[in-house]
C-alpha cells in the first residue's frame, strides 16, 4: 500500500465548475499537507500549505485537511480552462516529502 | 519572491560524460533539496541538505553527487549515467527549520542521456 494515495484521473470539467480533489494517507506522523499545481513539462508550483486539521482558503483555493481521518482535500471554484495542469497532493515529516500520484484536470471552455 | 532558478534548462550527456546541475535560491532558506521525476510520474526524493549539510539520502547511486557549496547553491554532480537517468530533475528550497516548511520547486532540468 502506497503511503499516500490518490486518483490520477483525468477529471474534466466544465468552466465554471467546482474542482474537488482528494488524498489519502496511511502515516500519522506526516506533520504539514501542500498542493501543487504541475503544467506539462514544468516544476510543480506551491498552490497551498497547512499543517493543521481545517479548512485554508486563498482566492479560489480552498484545503481542507482532517487529520483523524487522514484525508486531504483541495477545492478549486469557478474553474478556467488556465486550471488544466496535474495536481498533486504532497505530505510531509522533517523534510521528506510523499507525493501522490498527481491528478490531471481538464478544463473544458 | 519566491524564485529557485536552475540551470541549465535542458541537457544532453553520454554515458560517459560528466555534467553538473545547478540550482540557487535567494529566499534566505536553509534547506534544498534534489528531486527526480520521470514522466506521468510525481517527484521522487533524492537528496536533502539543511543548514549545508548531507541530512538524507534517497539511496542514490554513487553516480549522482550532490554539493551544497553555500546555502544559495546546490549542484547535483553526473558521471556515467544510464539510459533510464533520463528525467526532469527538480531543485526545491524551504526555510529549513525543522525541515516543516512549505518547499518551493524550480523549474527543473530535463536530462536525457544518450
Known amino acids: 500500500q502506497k503511503e499516500v494515495e490518490q486518483d490520477p484521473g483525468p477529471l474534466s470539467v466544465p468552466e465554471g465548475a467546482i474542482v474537488s480533489l482528494n488524498c489519502t494517507y496511511s502515516n500519522s506522523a506526516f506533520q504539514y499537507f501542500m498542493w501543487y499545481r504541475q503544467y506539462s513539462r514544468k516544476g510543480p508550483e506551491l498552490l497551498m500549505y497547512t499543517y493543521s486539521s481545517g479548512n485554508k482558503e486563498d482566492g479560489r483555493f480552498t484545503a481542507q485537511v482532517d487529520k483523524s481521518s487522514k484525508y486531504i482535500s483541495l477545492f478549486i471554484r469557478d474553474s478556467q480552462p488556465s486550471d488544466s495542469a496535474t495536481y498533486l497532493c504532497a505530505i510531509g515529516s522533517w523534510g521528506k516529502l510523499q507525493f501522490g500520484a498527481g491528478t490531471q484536470v481538464v478544463v473544458t471552455p | 519572491d519566491t524564485e529557485v532558478t536552475q540551470t541549465p534548462k535542458h541537457l544532453v550527456m553520454g554515458m560517459t560524460n560528466k555534467k553538473s546541475l545547478k540550482c540557487e535560491q535567494h529566499?534566505?532558506?536553509?534547506?534544498m533539496y534534489w528531486y527526480k521525476q520521470k514522466a506521468k510520474k510525481p517527484p521522487e526524493l533524492m537528496f536533502v541538505y539543511s543548514y549545508e549539510k548531507l541530512s538524507i539520502n534517497e539511496s542514490v547511486p554513487s553516480r549522482f553527487s550532490p554539493e551544497c557549496p553555500n546555502s544559495s547553491l546546490l549542484n547535483l554532480h553526473l558521471h556515467a549515467l544510464q539510459p533510464e537517468d533520463s528525467a526532469l530533475y527538480l531543485c526545491?528550497?524551504?526555510?529549513?527549520?525543522?525541515?516543516?516548511?512549505?518547499?518551493?520547486f524550480g523549474q527543473g532540468t530535463r536530462l536525457t542521456v544518450v
Open positions: 526545491a528550497s524551504s526555510q529549513g527549520d525543522g525541515l516543516n516548511t512549505e518547499a518551493f
Open positions: 529566499m534566505g532558506h536553509r534547506a
